[in-house]
């Protein structure tokens, strides 16, 4: 015990006292952050009339948000397609972002490292810069107001790109050597070792795709007009007209909406930590 004090400097009492400060700030930074969520909850459960009381509590509970939601809007359909859109591109971006991230980290050629350092620098661009000229590219290719249209142009992604990479530096080349000598050509050595050495931090990319698109607004709203082909986000946002907000429906709608992506997140938060971990990111 003596030799704990001296070596850290900081008595039991004095280390007991600092933890437990840490935990009250983790504790009161843990409400805050879980308060909107709460009352976005109950204010779902709130009639028109009250949802802007400030109150906790709804007064008087209610349900019918929730069936106006589901009988009066054609909201399953924007669940669907927020699913769709966000699951294809999921799928396809890993698929071509651990291709692309594996040549990149093994493969040599002339050019590589620049390739690479235009893929990083596009990290530093917003999605609104690029919005007009996205447009006008979709627009000249014929796939406004399709699922194609929406899909595609969100595919490219340098940050899963640059995890992958970050990733596959790690593993050992001695195996990728290994399977070569045994007479794999690349394209075995990406599916048959690497593709399932990087089952961790796909998981975690996978999350962190779906959440995102699941998300999308801005994309789907310009480069959509049909009502077949409008997502959850977007729907939402027409409950708001120029001379007021349903904020009941607006709740209710959100409520819905966010259960899958918190029940992702509860499920793989570890594998999404590890990745950060993993890619050096702070």
Known sequence: ??????????TPRTRFGKRGGLT????????????????????????????????????????????????????GRWLLNSFIMAAVITVAALFFHSMAAYALARLKFPGRDSIFAVIFSTLLITAPVVLIPLFIIVRQLGM????????????????????????????????????IVDGCGYWRVYWNIILPLSRPILSALAVFFFLANWNQFAWPLVSTSSTDLTVTQVGISSFTTQYGANWNYILAAAVIAVIPMLTLFLIFQRQMVESIKTSGLK
């Open 1 to 10: 015990m003596e030799s704990d004090t001296v070596t850290t400097g900081m």
């Open 24 to 75: 009250i700030v983790g504790i009161v930074l843990s409400l805050v952050s879980l308060f909107p969520i709460l009352w976005a909850i109950s204010s779902s459960f709130k009639t028109r009339a009250t949802v802007t009381d400030g109150k906790l509590l709804p007064n008087d509970f209610t349900w019918e948000n929730f069936r106006y939601v589901f009988t009066e809007v054609p909201f």
């Open 144 to 179: 406004l107001d399709s699922y194609a249209g929406l899909i595609i142009p969100l595919i490219f992604n340098a940050f899963g790109i640059f995890l992958l990479r970050q990733f596959y530096l790690g593993i050992p080349k001695e195996l990728e050597e290994a399977a």
